[in-house]
T-cell receptor, first 112, second 111 residues
Framework: ETGVTQSPTHLIKTRGQQVTLRCSSQ?????VSWYQQALGQGPQFIFQ???????GRGNFPPRFSGLQFPNYSSELNVNALELDDSALYLC???????????FGPGTRLTVT | GQQLNQSPQSMFIQEGEDVSMNCTSS?????WLWYKQDPGEGPVLLIA?????ELTSNGRLTAQFGITRKDSFLNISASIPSDVGIYFC???????????FGSGTRLQVQP
């Protein structure tokens, strides 16, 4: 069984640019959540997708947006990058109706 | 926003010792989860708790869901070097899928 995968592993962008991060959920999981983890802190919830629709959002501005595809994979898009957006971005998937979330290895984004 | 207070922030112990860490919240959670994160990796789920008072074990790990539903603790018995990492608690409200994480406990084990 394949776990959650994310791409790319690392990314360097310039302030003001846009970035797209990708996530493939674990087999059989139809819900995907995205988290931002700043250095030395716990992950912070960005939003969750279920059946291709946003199903809950944390305290993040609209320039953070996402998509979920019919195969349950997902994208996180961030526009107008700011220096504070530098962080590890984690994707987590869940089976339908389950509370547990299983995380991928993350994408390390550096904004310069 | 919601906050989870996790303690201690860090621990340095000898191999073979037992470890205890806990999380407290000002809010009531429906579910408590414990994760371990190694450097450069995503968090790995260790234990999930669903019911107040529940005590659950996973090998050398034991976690409990507090009676008030505002706290949880994790014990590791007979620690080994591969237990090194950062341990996070996470709470979840009824009807919501978002996880609220603590700030983590960094565990170091001296062989």
């Amino acid at each position: 069984e394949t776990g959650v995968t994310q791409s790319p592993t690392h990314l360097i962008k310039t302030r003001g640019q846009q970035v797209t991060l990708r996530c493939s959920s674990q087999s059989g999981h139809n819900t995907v959540s995205w988290y931002q983890q700043a250095l030395g802190q716990g992950p912070q919830f960005i939003f969750q997708y279920y059946r291709e629709e946003e199903n809950g959002r944390g305290n993040f501005p609209p320039r953070f947006s996402g998509l979920q595809f019919p195969n349950y994979s997902s994208e996180l898009n961030v526009n107008a990058l700011e220096l504070d957006d530098s962080a590890l971005y984690l994707c987590a998937s869940s089976p339908q109706g389950a509370y547990e979330q299983y995380f991928g290895p993350g994408t390390r984004l550096t904004v310069t | 926003g919601q906050q989870l207070n996790q303690s201690p922030q860090s621990m340095f112990i000898q191999e073979g010792e037992d470890v205890s860490m806990n999380c407290t919240s000002s809010s009531i959670f429906n579910t408590w989860l414990w994760y371990k994160q190694d450097p450069g990796e995503g968090p790995v789920l260790l234990i999930a708790l669903y019911k107040a008072g529940e005590l659950t074990s996973n090998g050398r790990l034991t976690a409990q869901f507090g009676i008030t539903r505002k706290d949880s603790f994790l014990n590791i018995s007979a620690s080994i070097p591969s237990d090194v990492g950062i341990y996070f608690c996470a709470g979840q409200f009824t009807g919501r899928r978002a996880l609220t994480f603590g700030s983590g406990t960094r565990l170091q084990v001296q062989p």
